[in-house]
């Protein structure tokens, strides 16, 4: 397709709550991190290196029983969520607007785990209880 030469009329949605189809036999608790799949599915946050950051559960969804897609999730987007500070490998103030990394469904961690985790998100606030990513 060729590039336009006309203004054009581009649909759009907010984004900020999105419904994503949940991978086959898991279950996705409310409150918790979601990350999508390799094959783009909804799956828990998890220690691996194929998965991408999508948000926080906005609802309890059980797939356990059924195949990929066979239900959604809504997943909150565009918000800082504060997830748990992993204690072995804690986010510190030095890592202030860099990247975290997810270890499972509420911890993420300061590195990737030599290379065995998948990029949360960005740091934008630490507490005595956990870390603020966007």
Excluded: H
């Excluded at 599915?41 to 194929?50: C, L, R, S």
């Excluded at 607007?97 to 911890?107: L, S, Y």
């Amino acid at each position: 397709m060729a590039a336009t030469t006309q203004d054009r009329n581009t649909p759009f949605k907010e984004g900020e709550l999105i419904v994503v189809p949940v991978a086959a036999a898991v279950k996705i608790l409310a409150g918790t991190l979601v990350a999508a799949s390799a094959t783009g599915f909804a799956t828990p946050g998890a220690t691996a290196t194929t998965l991408a950051y999508l948000g926080m559960a906005d609802a309890n969804v059980d797939n356990s029983a059924g195949a990929d897609g066979a239900v959604s999730v809504p997943v909150r987007r565009g918000k800082a969520f504060k997830w748990a500070n992993d204690g072995g490998d804690p986010v510190t103030q030095a890592s202030l607007g860099r990247a975290c990394f997810i270890v499972d469904n509420q911890t993420v961690a300061k590195t990737n785990g030599a290379n065995t985790r998948s990029q949360a998100g960005i740091v934008v606030g630490l507490d005595a209880d956990g870390v603020w990513v966007l």
